[in-house]
């Protein structure tokens, strides 16, 4: 019986923790997962980790400098990385500097966790030198190498597939069941107060106007937690200022969106992911138009879908269905030259689109670096040559230096070391310093490995 594949996914938030895990299941189908969460603003929480249901055989919490500690002593094979681009980018370089020659080393892979709409360039620029860069669409990988290509850089990681989570049942009508409207609400779109009591006062106005209606407000996360994007307005102190408050079929409702899916009949929102995943299913999706189609709302992205909406045509009954074409063209809907599906058991944790397997080319390309020998050593497209005045500072946010090496301390002590202990490792890497500092270059290195133990 072959050996389980060790992954590790290093993810930054509740929603690309998600991600990570469910694209580690997509690519390496019999593996035992290893979780690291990047210590920082949005650490999720185990309520949010629940809600996501995805579990790892471990999880702890990490800085970067302790992550790539991990990869260096740990042998895995794969390496998911859902972090935003600056932290992918800290990791690649402290990967070249662990691996600064071909050697084994673990595949690298990163990506996108929904609809990419803003910072194309520079977070795609950030993410270059992962071995493999997953795009969610045809749409998306078409775009990902036109920047690549577009600044001399190579552009063959870019790999089609989609977004790992869209699955579930396909859509049926309500029946005897009440008709469910759902509004997936977004942490910072849009931002203001003003907007976003405004999208609540329309919210609850269509439950009054359809008595016979659920109206659910779903929720991303509850006041004192933290989410991919910083949520300055929560949708539920607005509905405690709200006029008359909510009407009766109208509530506030957290949950793994998938489950709130299963009941949904029209899903509102104005650029969520969630759409996708309803479109997914086939269920009527609405994306808002209310505060008009900005770059800066994201509902851009939804031109051509057909599913462009606002309150009031809601109000009056619309149920908008999505383009075929607009939806191959996402990754949503299987094109007709998609890849087909392999015989045998479905992917653990995956639902792809009856017929197609959008992560098959991916799969077959983990699989043959995996065969490898040795693999190159990372060579990220911003170094101090090409990115002098960027690289430095993002790297130095993440405890390392310019070339990537570890700075002094930025790995902590193991739990349960002692204070004598850290302090002699204090003073032998002081040591280290001062001989470098008066030119005892042999003895340094002896005297920093030992304070390394």
């Known amino acids: 019986m072959p050996e389980r594949k060790r992954v590790a996914v290093l993810a930054d938030s509740d929603t690309r923790w998600k991600w990570g895990a469910l694209t580690a299941r997509r690519l390496v189908p019999d593996h035992q997962l290893t979780g690291f969460l990047l210590r920082g603003r949005a650490t999720p929480t ?11 055989d471990r999880l702890s919490e990490v800085t970067c400098a302790e992550f790539l500690a991990e990869i260096e002593r740990e042998r895995y094979d794969v390496v998911v990385l859902a972090l935003v681009g ?5 990791v690649l370089h402290g990967a070249r500097a662990l691996w600064p020659a071909p050697a084994r080393r673990p595949v690298l892979v990163t990506g996108y966790v929904g609809v990419v709409y803003e910072k194309l360039a520079d977070g795609l620029l950030l993410r270059h030198g992962a071995d493999l860069v997953l795009a969610n669409s045809r749409h998306d990988a078409q775009r990902f190498r036109a920047v690549y290509e577009g600044v001399g850089a190579d552009a063959a990681a870019v790999t089609e597939t989609a977004l790992p989570f869209l699955g579930g049942a396909p859509y049926e009508p309500a029946g005897s069941r009440a008709h469910t409207v759902v509004f997936a609400v977004q942490p910072s779109v849009p931002d203001s107060r003003a907007d976003r009591a405004y999208l609540l006062e329309r919210a609850a106005g269509h439950a009054r106007l359809h ?13 004192g937690e933290h989410t991919t994007h910083l949520e300055e307005q929560p949708y539920q102190r607005l509905a405690e200022r709200l006029p008359g408050g909510l009407p009766a079929n109208c509530r ?3 949950g793994n969106m998938g489950e709130v899916l299963d009941g949904t009949d029209l899903l509102v929102t104005v650029s969520s992911t969630a759409a996708l995943e309803s479109l997914h299913r086939s269920i009527p999706t609405a ?6 189609i900005r770059e800066a709302l994201g509902n851009h992205h939804f031109l051509g879908s057909g599913c462009l909406a606002s309150w009031d045509q809601i109000d009056s009954g619309l149920l908008p269905t999505g383009d075929p074409v607009w939806l191959a063209a996402q990754g949503v809907l299987p094109a007709p030259d998609a890849v087909p599906a392999p015989g045998g058991d479905p992917v653990p944790g995956a639902d792809p689109a009856p017929g ?3 992560y098959a080319v991916a799969r077959a390309k983990v699989a043959g670096l995996l065969s490898a020998a040795r693999l190159p050593s990372p060579a990220p497209y911003y170094t101090r040559t090409t990115a002098p005045g960027y690289l430095p500072g993002i790297l130095a946010r993440h405890h390392l230096a310019p070339d990537g090496t570890l700075l002094p301390g930025a790995v902590r002590p193991a739990a349960g070391e002692s204070r004598l202990r850290r302090r002699l490792r204090a003073h032998l890497r002081e040591a280290a310093r001062g001989a470098y500092r008066h030119g005892v270059q042999r003895v340094a290195p002896v005297i920093r490995r030992l304070g390394e133990l």
């Open 86 to 90: 600056g932290a992918v980018q800290a």
């Open 356 to 358: 197609t397997d959008a």
């Open 46 to 56: 185990a309520r949010q980790l629940g809600e996501v249901g995805v579990r790892a």
């Open 211 to 223: 008595p016979d209606r659920e109206v659910l407000i779903k929720l991303r996360s509850k006041p």
């Open 287 to 292: 994306i808002l138009t209310d505060l008009g």
């Open 252 to 254: 506030l409702v957290y």
